[in-house]
C-alpha cells in the first residue's frame, strides 16, 4: 500500500515538514508495512521558495538587500543543484513581516529589495526564476523592483520619483534605457494565490491596503496612483494587464511582474505541484494525506488542498485532510473532491494548548483514519 502525505503547514504550529514527520508517525502506528512518501507543499506563500529548493537539491543564498523602508537587511533565496533555476519570495525583501506595526504605511514602502534578489539571481546565470509574491509590505505596482532592474520612473517635468506607492499617481513617463538586458533570458514564473485587479474596489489598494497601514485616504490615493501606473504602462507595453487574475497581488506586483519582467501569472500550488511531480505522486498512490491549520471557504478558492483535491479526483484516488479546525460542510468537503476530513482536536482546548500538542494531535488523527482506511480495504 502507498500513502502519499502531502500537507501544507499549521501557521503557527507546525511547518510542512513538521506535518509529514507528524502524519509518517501516525502512519507508521497504524499500518508499519505501508509504503510512505512525504512531500511538504505550499502555495505560493510563505515557504515555498524552501520546499521548491529542498526539492531541487538546491542550496540557500544570503544577499544584502533593502527592506521595504530601504534599510539594509539580509535576505534569502534557493538556488537548484544544476544553478539554473532560481527560488524566490518577495517577502524575504520586501515583506510585511519585516516591520514593526508603527512601521507599516504603503505609500512609502517598496519592492527593490526584491529586485535586488532577482539582480542576484540574474549575476549567478539562472535562466528561469520562480517568484512567490505572497506577504508583501508595499503598494507600489512593483515600481520598485523595477528600478532595482535598471527602469526609472520620471514624473511631467521629467524628475525621477522615488519607487514607493507615494510616486504611482506622478508617474508620467518610463525611461527603459537602462534596463538589465539579462531579463529577455530568463523565464520567469510568478507564484500568486489570489485573483484580484489591480485596482477597484477589489484591487490590491482597497482589499489588502489596510493591513499594510493605509487609512481609507491612502487606500483611495494608492488606488488612484495604480490606474495611473495602469495607463502609462499600458501606453509603454502595449498592454493593459490590469484585470488579469493576480495583477493585483502583493500590492500590484502581480501587474508589474508581467509589464516590467514579462513574467507569467501562475497558480501557487499549480507551480509547487509542477515542480513536485505531484502528478505521478497520486496516480501511483493508494491513499493521499494532506492538512492544513484552516480548512475553509479560502481553501475552496486555490489552497494546496484545493490543488490536490482536484488532482485526486482526476485520478480516482481518496484524500485525506487533517486540520486544526475544520470550517466546511461535509457537503463542500465531497464536492471538492475530498474523502475524508477531520479536526486534529481531540478535546476543547485553547489556541495556544493546539499549538503546542499540534505533533501530537496530527498523528493521533492520522493513526485513526489510516486504521479506518486500511480497516474498510481488508488490510488491518
Not at 515555498?48 to 533565496?77: C, F, H, W
Not at 516591520?99 to 504603503?106: A, I, T, Y
Not at 502581480?254 to 497520486?282: K, R
Not at 481518496?318 to 486544526?324: K, S
Request: proline share 3%; aromatic share 4%.
Amino acid at each position: 500500500m502507498n500513502i502519499l502525505v502531502a500537507p501544507d503547514k499549521f501557521r503557527g504550529s507546525l511547518e510542512a515538514a513538521e506535518v509529514c514527520d507528524a502524519v509518517i508517525e501516525g502512519v507508521q502506528k497504524a499500518y508499519p508495512d505501508a509504503k510512505v512518501t512525504a512531500i511538504p507543499l505550499a502555495d505560493g506563500g510563505e515557504g515555498t521558495s524552501a520546499i521548491l529548493t529542498r526539492q531541487a537539491n538546491g542550496s540557500e543564498v544570503t544577499v544584502t538587500v533593502m527592506d521595504p523602508l530601504n534599510r539594509q537587511i539580509k535576505a534569502t533565496y534557493g538556488i537548484s543543484e544544476d544553478h539554473q533555476v532560481a527560488f524566490i519570495e518577495m517577502a524575504a525583501a520586501s515583506g510585511l513581516a519585516l516591520l514593526k506595526v508603527e512601521e507599516r504605511n504603503p505609500l512609502r514602502t517598496s519592492t527593490f529589495g526584491t529586485g535586488q534578489l532577482i539582480v542576484d539571481a540574474l549575476d549567478r546565470g539562472v535562466k528561469k526564476i520562480i517568484l512567490g509574491i505572497g506577504g508583501s509590505a508595499t503598494t507600489d505596482g512593483g515600481i520598485g523592483m523595477a528600478e532595482a532592474l535598471g527602469y526609472a520612473f520620471k514624473d511631467s517635468e521629467g524628475r525621477t520619483l522615488l519607487p514607493n506607492g507615494e510616486s504611482l499617481g506622478k508617474i508620467a513617463a518610463i525611461d527603459m534605457h537602462n534596463v538589465d538586458s539579462r531579463l529577455a533570458l530568463v523565464s520567469i514564473v510568478v507564484a500568486c494565490d489570489v485573483t484580484n485587479p489591480l485596482f477597484g474596489k477589489d484591487g490590491a489598494a482597497f482589499i489588502y491596503g489596510p493591513q499594510k497601514g493605509a487609512d481609507p485616504e491612502m487606500v483611495v490615493q494608492l488606488d488612484q496612483g495604480l490606474q495611473n501606473l495602469t495607463q502609462v504602462a499600458t501606453r509603454a507595453f502595449g498592454r493593459d494587464v490590469s484585470l488579469v487574475p493576480g495583477a493585483g497581488a502583493a500590492g500590484g506586483l502581480g501587474a508589474g511582474c508581467m509589464w516590467f519582467l514579462n513574467g507569467t501569472l501562475q497558480d501557487g500550488i499549480s507551480i509547487v505541484m509542477e515542480q513536485c511531480n505531484m502528478t505521478s505522486l497520486v496516480a501511483n498512490a493508494d491513499l493521499v494525506i494532506t492538512g492544513e491549520g484552516k480548512v475553509d471557504e479560502q481553501t475552496l478558492a486555490g489552497k494546496v488542498v484545493k490543488g490536490l483535491a482536484g488532482l485526486c479526483k482526476s485520478h480516482r484516488v481518496p484524500l485525506a485532510v487533517v486540520c486544526g479546525t475544520l470550517q466546511i460542510t461535509p457537503e463542500q468537503a465531497r464536492d471538492a473532491g475530498m474523502t475524508y476530513a477531520v479536526s486534529v482536536l481531540d478535546r476543547p482546548m485553547d489556541l495556544n494548548a493546539a499549538q503546542s500538542e499540534a505533533f501530537r494531535l496530527v498523528s493521533d488523527a492520522t493513526f485513526q483514519l489510516v486504521r479506518l482506511f486500511f480497516f474498510n480495504r481488508g488490510a488491518v
